[in-house]
């Protein structure tokens, strides 16, 4: 367990700031991928598109549409 804060910003330029503790991997060889904390992202949405490279954690006020194009 770490002590430490994630901030995170919008396109807006608001942050927020979670701070506690939380689980982490110091070994650096352990994992081939970062990792964010479930106790994190369980607070939003989620969306990952990894060949696209880009991760999207929406707050409760966003809603989303996926369609096949």
């Known amino acids: ?7 995170f910003g919008d ?4 942050q927020v700031v979670f701070r506690g503790q939380y689980a982490a ?8 991928i970062c990792v964010l904390g479930r106790d994190i992202i369980g607070l ?5 598109d990894q ?3 880009v991760v999207c954690l929406l707050s409760q006020r966003h809603q989303y549409i996926i369609e096949q194009s």
Do not use: C, S, W, Y
């Open 51 to 53: 060949p696209g490279n």
């Open 25 to 32: 991997v110091t070994e650096l060889e352990t994992l081939d």
């Open 11 to 14: 396109k807006g330029g608001n």
């Open 44 to 48: 939003f949405v989620l969306i990952v």
């Open 1 to 7: 367990m770490v002590e430490t804060q994630l901030r």
